[in-house]
Nanobody
Framework: QVQLVESGGGLVQPGGSLRLSCAAS????????MGWFRQAPGKEREFVAA????????KYADSVKGRFTTSRDNAKNTVYLQMNSLKAEDTAVYYC??????????????????WGQGTQVTVSS
């Protein structure tokens, strides 16, 4: 089992920045990929970014490329989502997720096995 605890959300002005953290515990050796998703009210959960637990491979949704960066600190079993140049449309609850299935990085929520509790990000003047 893997437990995920995320933090770092809050209120930020358009153009501002936030960094989200997701700390993993439990059977972290089984993790293949850590993903970030977001969900706004009335909308489906959508893929944001992902990083392999080992290695340097990353993947980003087109909507966040060049603005968001995901990274990993293995010593802390933590992944980060650095969000820059935030826009109002980035407002959502952000979730981190862990995929224990070996192989390719997946961009679908159903491909992930464990989820954090979510943290609210609000971009507003």
């Amino acid at each position: 089992q893997v437990q995920l605890v995320e933090s770092g959300g809050g209120l930020v002005q358009p153009g501002g920045s936030l960094r989200l953290s997701c700390a993993a515990s439990g059977s972290t050796f089984s993790i293949n990929t850590m993903g970030w998703f977001r969900q706004a009210p009335g909308k489906e959960r959508e893929f944001v970014a992902a990083i392999r637990w080992s290695g340097v491979s990353t993947k980003y949704a087109d909507s966040v490329k060049g603005r968001f960066t995901t990274s990993r600190d293995n010593a802390k079993n933590t992944v980060y989502l650095q969000m820059n140049s935030l826009k109002a449309e980035d407002t959502a609850v952000y979730y981190c997720a862990a995929d224990k299935t070996w192989g390719q990085v997946t961009m679908t929520p159903g491909g992930y096995d464990y989820w954090g509790q979510g943290t609210q990000v609000t971009v507003s003047s």
